[in-house]
């Protein structure tokens, strides 16, 4: 069984991620029922600060999607910009391979405890939703801080401990289903800045504001049983976790909070 506070696991995140199965699954309960239609990606993508020549890095870049919305910008193409998109999983890595053949895309498989590059190579380094799964986040942030310029950027996307993980758990625990616990994630919106704040002398917050509205519960339930922390949950709680979660519909929705956000740094500590 994984839980939450293993998210780090390497052996663990590997096995998750090494097709785009449960990624796209996910992704799709956002799509389907989230209440604010910006979309978290769409808004981060919005807040980097792009400019002609950039060298660019994104970390732990999954499906690859992010991207969509560089290729729907004629102007940012006309940037000419260098962008390399990475994952440390091979299947992730040949998904974004085929996804970018033929595209101005570097694809390379790279792990954020050894980056394959030089001192102060790139203008801007991107990891979304991926930190949490690192074993050695300092070494990670000297990675990110050793490969970025000294006027780059560094940006994260993380979660929150408030949001859409200690909902499910507090209902697992009122059902009294054993094994699992409040999470213990080793970044998230509440301490990421003091983490980052070791490595970058300036670190900015900002907040995504969100929530689920969900009327099929059987979507939901296949989120659930998606989740790397949920591997090992008994099929035989399926209709248990369904019953008490129609339970808590209010005029037909579920209300599942959500909290994401990302950080700015940029400077050497």
């Known amino acids: 069984m994984i839980h939450t506070d293993n998210m780090s696991s390497q052996d663990a995140v590997r096995e998750q991620y090494k097709t785009t199965d449960n990624l796209k699954l996910r992704k799709s309960l956002h799509e389907k029922y989230s209440v604010n239609q910006t979309g978290f990606q769409k808004w981060m993508f919005g807040r980097y600060p792009f400019r002609p020549g950039m060298k660019i890095l994104e970390l732990g870049s999954g499906r690859g999607e992010l991207w969509d919305y560089y290729f729907e910008n004629a102007t940012l193409?006309?940037?000419?910009?260098?962008?390399?998109?990475?994952?440390?999983?091979d299947g992730m890595t040949e998904h974004l391979r085929q996804r970018f053949s033929g595209r101005e895309m570097t694809v390379r498989k790279i792990d954020i405890l050894d980056i394959p590059f030089g001192e102060e190579s790139f203008d801007l380094v991107i990891a979304n939703s991926m930190l949490y799964h690192v074993k050695d986040i300092d070494l990670a942030l000297s990675e990110v801080r050793r490969v970025l310029k000294r006027d780059g950027f560094f940006y994260c996307a993380t979660l929150g401990v408030n949001g859409m993980t200690r909902y499910l758990y507090h209902a697992l625990d009122e059902l009294g289903i054993p094994g699992y616990h409040d999470p213990d994630i080793s970044f998230t919106l509440q301490n990421g800045a003091g983490l980052l704040g070791k490595h970058f002398s300036r670190v900015e917050r900002s907040d995504y504001e969100d929530a689920l509205e969900i009327d099929d519960i059987r979507d939901y339930m296949e989120y659930i049983y998606s989740m790397a922390s949920m591997e090992g949950l008994d099929r035989k709680y399926y209709d248990i976790l369904q019953?008490?979660?129609?339970?808590?519909?209010?005029?037909?929705?579920?209300?599942?909070?959500?909290?994401y956000g990302m950080f700015a740094a940029a400077g050497k500590a």
Not at 82 to 87: E, F, N
Not at 247 to 259: A, M, Q, R, T
């Open 77 to 89: 193409q006309e940037y000419e910009m260098d962008i390399t998109v990475s994952d440390v999983s």
């Open 243 to 259: 019953n008490y979660f129609n339970s808590k519909k209010v005029n037909g929705y579920l209300h599942v909070p959500k909290e």
